[in-house]
C-alpha cells in the first residue's frame, strides 16, 4: 500500500479501482485523522505521508490487527508514503490534488529553523501548482508563533483564498492526536480552510 512512484504522472491509478479524486495528507502522525478520511470518504483515493517510523508503525497495527495479517483487507483508496511529502508532491502533476491536508505541523518555533516550516513562501508556488482551481488546503496549528506565521504567510499571497481561521474544529474535520495534546494543555488551535484561485 505504498504510493507507487511509477504512478507520479497519474497519480489517481494508483488507486483500486482507480479514484476519481486525490486528496493527500502531509504529516498524518498515528494516521488517525488519514484513516478517518479514507473511512468516511470510500469514493477519494488518499496519499497519506510521514516521515517518521512510529508513525507508519501505529497507522498500520490500526489497519492490521497483529496475527491479521492474512485476513486484513488495506482500504484501495488509501496510499502510503514514508517520506518527505514535499518531495512526492513537487512530483505531482499539475492541478492533481482536490484536497491538501496538513494538521498541526511541526512548528519550528525558532526562527532560525522558518525555512524548515512547511507553510512558507517558497513551497507556496508548488503547493498552487499542484491544489486544483478550486481544491481545498485545511491547515490546523495550536502552535501561537506558528499561527502568527501562517496567518502572515497567507495574507502575503493571492494563490489561495484565505477566510478568517476557525477556533473550533469545523465538522467534518477528523480529531487528531496533537489535536487532542494541545486542547488537553488548553492551548487553542486554529484551523483554516483555504481555498486555490481559479
Ligand atoms: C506535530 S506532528 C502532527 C501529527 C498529526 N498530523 C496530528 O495532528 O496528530 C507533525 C508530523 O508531521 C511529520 N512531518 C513533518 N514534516 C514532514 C514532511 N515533510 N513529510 C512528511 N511528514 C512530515 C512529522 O514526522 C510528525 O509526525
Excluded at 67 to 91: F, I, K, M, V, Y
Excluded at 116 to 144: C, M, N, T, Y
Excluded at 164 to 180: F, Q, S
Aim: charged share 25%; glycine share 8%; hydrophobic share 40%.
Amino acid at each position: 500500500m505504498r504510493f507507487d512512484v511509477a504512478c507520479t504522472p497519474d497519480p489517481r491509478a494508483a488507486f483500486t479501482p482507480r479514484a476519481p479524486e486525490l486528496w493527500f495528507e502531509v504529516g498524518f502522525g498515528g494516521g488517525e485523522h488519514a484513516l478517518a478520511l479514507a473511512n468516511a470518504n470510500p469514493g477519494i483515493g488518499l496519499i497519506a505521508c510521514e516521515v517518521f517510523e512510529q508513525g507508519l508503525c501505529s497507522l498500520l497495527a490500526r489497519l492490521v490487527p497483529e496475527g491479521g495479517e492474512a485476513e486484513t483487507a488495506l482500504p484501495g483508496n488509501l496510499r502510503l508514503w514514508d517520506d518527505d511529502a514535499r518531495d512526492l508532491l513537487r512530483q505531482m502533476p499539475d492541478a492533481s490534488v482536490s484536497r491538501l491536508f496538513l494538521m498541526f505541523p511541526d512548528p519550528w518555533p525558532k526562527s532560525r529553523h522558518a525555512k524548515r516550516r512547511f507553510v512558507h513562501p517558497a513551497l507556496l508556488p508548488e503547493l498552487a501548482r499542484v491544489v486544483k482551481p478550486g481544491g481545498i488546503w485545511r491547515i490546523a496549528s495550536d502552535d501561537p508563533t506558528y499561527q502568527a506565521w501562517v496567518g502572515e504567510v497567507l495574507a502575503g499571497q493571492s494563490l489561495f483564498a484565505v477566510p478568517p481561521p476557525a477556533i473550533t474544529r469545523p465538522e467534518g474535520w477528523p480529531p487528531t492526536r496533537y489535536e487532542a495534546k494541545a486542547l488537553a494543555a488548553g492551548r487553542t488551535p486554529l484551523y483554516w480552510e483555504v481555498t486555490r484561485r481559479g
